[in-house]
Nanobody, 126 residues
Framework: QVQLVESGGGLVQAGGSLRLSCAASGRTFSTYAMGWFRQAPGKEREFVAA????????VYAGSVKGRFTISRDNAKNTVYLQMNSLKPEDTAVYYC???????????????????WGQGTQVTVSS
């Protein structure tokens, strides 16, 4: 069982930056693929970014590529999402998710993730 707790959300102006954190419980964090997903009001939850346990393999949604960076610190059982050049359309609840040993071709599919955090709100004002 893995428990995930997100933090770092808030209100920021367009063009600003935020860093989200997701702290995970468990002794095998380094074997888990970690993903960030988001859900805007009235929209379905969508993939943002993911990273495998090797800390090297990453995948990004096209809408955030070049602006967001996912990283992880396996010693701290934490995954991060650095968000730069934020836009109003990035406003959403951001969720952290985890699953063991996902291959790269499944990282962007939320149905493969077994564990989810409670979400953190990110609001970008224009």
């Amino acid at each position: 069982q893995v428990q995930l707790v997100e933090s770092g959300g808030g209100l920021v102006q367009a063009g600003g930056s935020l860093r989200l954190s997701c702290a995970a419980s468990g002794r095998t964090f380094s074997t888990y693929a970690m993903g960030w997903f988001r859900q805007a009001p009235g929209k379905e939850r969508e993939f943002v970014a993911a990273i495998r346990g090797d800390s090297v393999t990453t995948v990004y949604a096209g809408s955030v590529k070049g602006r967001f960076t996912i990283s992880r610190d396996n010693a701290k059982n934490t995954v991060y999402l650095q968000m730069n050049s934020l836009k109003p359309e990035d406003t959403a609840v951001y969720y952290c998710a985890a699953d063991a040993n996902l291959p790269i071709y499944r990282l962007s599919t939320q149905s493969y993730y077994d564990y989810w955090g409670q979400g953190t709100q990110v609001t970008v004002s224009s």
